[in-house]
């Protein structure tokens, strides 16, 4: 479990879900503009981001190429890793390719499965969400394939003009892949991630689950000492969550 000691006035954030590029570039723009007045809002308290997954809808890197686009975004997290500020990356179902760029350029270490962090004493387990608990049977199978060495080195074997063009009409066009068809709350005895979260407290206890993946801002207890949050996203709701060293608050973002 890494520690983390917060200043006085310093704060966590987490952000998930942006799907920057989809449905398209343009229309993207909008939300990307605000997602980065967001993190200058932050900037002046911001101890440690933790950005948990599909930031992109589409990420693939190659060797020497990475999507294009996203300039702002990676920016302003650059000026924020440069001013001190501690970025965790998380990946998701649509950025599982990175490869080294954001770790070599940005100095952001990158994550490929659920971490565990006491932050001032309070225990987190945190994670995008993708593939735990009983559900997203379809998407499972789906990440084996994704995730497979051999079929990655196949398709960086594509133009990237063919490559990244295929891969974002999959992205926006495929709910499964997507991941995003059943963001509709399904009840606390439904809820997968709570059924996950429910699990892993019977070997070891959290405060805090912290996940993105559903597109749905929820804060549900799992028992009198323990709480699931989940993002939401920065396609319809611009939600984040806050840690102060003491409370955990899920807050929406209005410019």
């Not at 501690?86 to 270490?109: C, K, Q, R, S, T």
């Not at 068809?181 to 699990?199: F, I, N």
């Amino acid at each position: 479990m890494t520690n983390i000691e917060l200043p006085k006035g310093k704060k966590v954030y987490f952000a998930s879900d942006n799907h920057l590029g989809a449905p398209t570039m343009e229309q993207s723009k909008v939300r990307e503009l605000k997602f980065v007045h967001w993190l200058e809002t932050i900037k002046a308290d911001a101890r440690v981001i933790f950005l948990m997954g599909d930031l992109f809808d589409f990420w693939f890197e190659y060797n020497t190429v990475i999507p294009k686009g996203f300039t702002r975004t990676l920016g302003k997290l650059a000026e924020l890793s440069d001013a001190g500020i501690a970025i965790h990356y998380f990946v998701g179902n649509h950025d599982l390719w990175m490869n080294g760029y954001f770790e070599e350029e940005l100095n952001i270490p990158v994550y490929h499965s659920p971490q565990q962090y006491l932050i001032n004493n309070t225990s987190f387990f945190i994670g995008h969400g993708d593939g735990l608990g009983p559900h997203d049977k379809g998407y499972k199978r789906m990440k084996k394939l994704f995730t497979n060495p051999l079929a990655k080195w196949f398709f960086k074997w594509l133009h990237p003009d063919i490559g990244v063009r295929l891969a974002q009409y999959f992205s926006v066009k495929n709910k499964l892949i997507s991941g995003d068809d059943d963001a509709t709350y399904l009840g606390d005895d439904k809820e997968w991630l709570v059924q996950y979260a429910h699990r892993k407290l019977e070997n070891q206890h959290f405060d805090h689950f912290i996940f993105g993946h559903r597109h749905l801002p929820l804060e549900i207890p799992l028992n009198e000492n323990a709480t699931y949050t989940n993002l939401g996203d920065w396609v319809n709701f611009y939600t984040y969550a806050e840690f102060d060293g003491i409370h955990l608050s899920l807050k929406k973002f209005a410019e």
